[in-house]
T-cell receptor, first 109, second 112 residues
Framework: ELKVEQNPLFLSMQEGKNYTIYCNYSTTSDRLYWYRQDPGKSLESLFVLLSNGAVKQEGRLMASLDTKARLSTLHITAAVHDLSATYFCAVGYNNDMRFGAGTRLTVKP | DGGITQSPKYLFRKEGQNVTLSCEQNLNHDAMYWYRQDPGQGLRLIYYSQIVNDFQKGDIAEGYSVSREKKESFPLTVTSAQKNPTAFYLC???????????FGPGTRLTVT
């Protein structure tokens, strides 16, 4: 069974700092997705990573995928308050998709 | 505009009543999903459907039922057998089983 682990689960950052969220998964896959969820809202797609070595960037967020290590990272550069949200990774495998538990990010001034 | 809609946004019911949550998509996606999210928690898969007239149980199907009579519609019924139904319910769709999922805005169900 595919297992997806995110860490950390909770992250409190100061504005301007950098940090990385990690997503490990248990079975070979070349499909990795990152989503953002604001409090009380639905999930919004951030990045779609479809091959080993894929890197995508949007603003202060950059996601990468290493299929050999079964690892994806979401790097936050110079955090701002607007990035406060919960971030989920999800892994596609066979005809299934599994979500990580989510990382709740709080960016403090 | 293509998208996925859920209704209602908020739903209040008394214990012992069945309630049906609507999910419609016009993205021409084959696969549709229902998730439950409790406060501060992740997503738990209730049911999913890869094609019309076929669906499978997810991790927490007990107390729920679904139908998939049309490609664009995947309603979820929360039955009185569901012991703790108060939660945020999210519907999603994707072109294929392991493809990117697009989420609806969610329905917040409160049962008292």
């Amino acid at each position: 069974e595919l297992k997806v682990e995110q860490n950390p689960l909770f992250l409190s950052m100061q504005e301007g700092k950098n940090y990385t969220i990690y997503c490990n998964y248990s079975t070979t896959s070349d499909r990795l997705y990152w989503y953002r969820q604001d409090p009380g809202k639905s999930l919004e797609s951030l990045f779609v990573l479809l091959s080993n070595g894929a890197v995508k960037q949007e603003g202060r967020l950059m996601a990468s995928l290493d299929t050999k290590a079964r690892l994806s990272t979401l790097h936050i550069t110079a955090a701002v308050h607007d990035l406060s949200a919960t971030y989920f990774c999800a892994v596609g495998y066979n005809n299934d998709m599994r979500f990580g538990a989510g990382t709740r990010l709080t960016v403090k001034p | 505009d293509g998208g996925i809609t859920q209704s209602p946004k908020y739903l209040f019911r008394k214990e012992g009543q069945n309630v049906t949550l609507s999910c419609e998509q016009n993205l021409n996606h084959d696969a549709m999903y229902w998730y439950r999210q409790d406060p501060g928690q992740g997503l738990r898969l209730i049911y999913y459907s890869q094609i019309v007239n076929d669906f499978q149980k997810g991790d927490i199907a007990e107390g729920y039922s679904v139908s998939r009579e049309k490609k664009e519609s995947f309603p979820l019924t929360v039955t009185s057998a569901q012991k703790n139904p108060t939660a945020f319910y999210l519907c999603a769709s994707s072109q294929e089983g392991r493809g990117e999922q697009y989420f609806g805005p969610g329905t917040r169900l409160t049962v008292t």
